[in-house]
């Protein structure tokens, strides 16, 4: 398996612009977790899925964020408007929910993002 | 709610010296606990997991970890460091309820290896 896959890797854009970060998770994985990670507020959890449904999005920090799941090979998160402040690394990762796997998370490679 | 203390932001470490992270828990029941390491402009890569039984476990690259009930730990150790063990250290605590999946990760510590 390739393991979880996340484009782009990186992104620049401007304030104001919409931003769209994309998820493969590895295959046969039922849950999906977005995380966002900053040197100040280090690895957060946004915002999580199980078998396609949104689960706990208590990490989203507003309604500028949002994040889909269509279907249980593809997520995305969404910044609109996007902030300077939202420069982040953004990571996906997937696991299994049940057996001796359960909780080990995988994680992408991230996508570094800066808003100027 | 559980929770993660790495009470060490930054450890400097000899090539060849043992090298012990620190890792405490808090979590009214048995918990899961793991160790990733990740390197500069990567992802998180898991080292190790605990979930049950011997509470010494092994993990890859040589490191091992003890889970301590009576102190709440799980310290990562490794007995002679590389210098490409450098990299950011997070210790994880994870529930064991059913469907709930969520990880809270500590505040990492970062790995430096001098020559």
């Known amino acids: 398996d390739a393991g979880v896959i996340q484009s782009p890797r990186h992104e620049v854009t401007e304030m104001g612009q919409e931003v769209t970060l994309r998820c493969k998770p590895i295959?046969?994985?039922?849950?999906l977790f977005w995380y966002r990670q900053t040197m100040m507020r280090g690895l957060e959890l946004l915002i999580y899925?199980?078998?396609?449904?949104?689960?706990?999005d208590s990490g989203m920090p507003e309604d500028r964020f949002s994040a889909k799941m269509p279907n249980a090979s593809f997520s995305t998160l969404k910044i609109q408007p996007s902030e300077p402040r939202d420069s982040a690394v953004y990571f996906c990762a997937s696991s299994f929910g049940t057996g001796l796997a359960k909780n080990i998370q995988y994680f992408g490679a991230g996508t570094r993002l800066s808003v100027l | 709610a559980q929770s993660v203390t790495q009470p060490d932001i930054h450890i400097t470490v000899s090539e060849g010296a043992s090298l012990e992270l620190r890792c405490n828990y808090s979590y009214g029941a048995t918990p899961y606990l793991f160790w990733y390491v990740q390197s500069p402009g990567q992802g998180l890569q898991l080292l190790l997991k605990y979930f049950s039984g011997d509470t010494l476990v092994q993990g890859i690259k040589g490191f091992e970890a003890e889970f301590k009930r009576s102190q709440s730990s799980f310290n990562l150790r490794k007995p002679s460091v590389h210098w490409s063990d450098a990299a950011e250290y997070f210790c994880?605590?994870?529930?064991?309820?059913?469907?709930?999946?969520?990880?809270?990760f500590g505040t990492g510590t970062r790995l430096t290896i001098i020559p």
């Open positions: 295959s046969g994985h039922d849950y």
């Open positions: 899925f199980n078998n396609n449904v949104p689960i706990d």
């Open positions: 994880a605590v994870g529930v064991s309820n059913f469907g709930n999946e969520k990880l809270t």
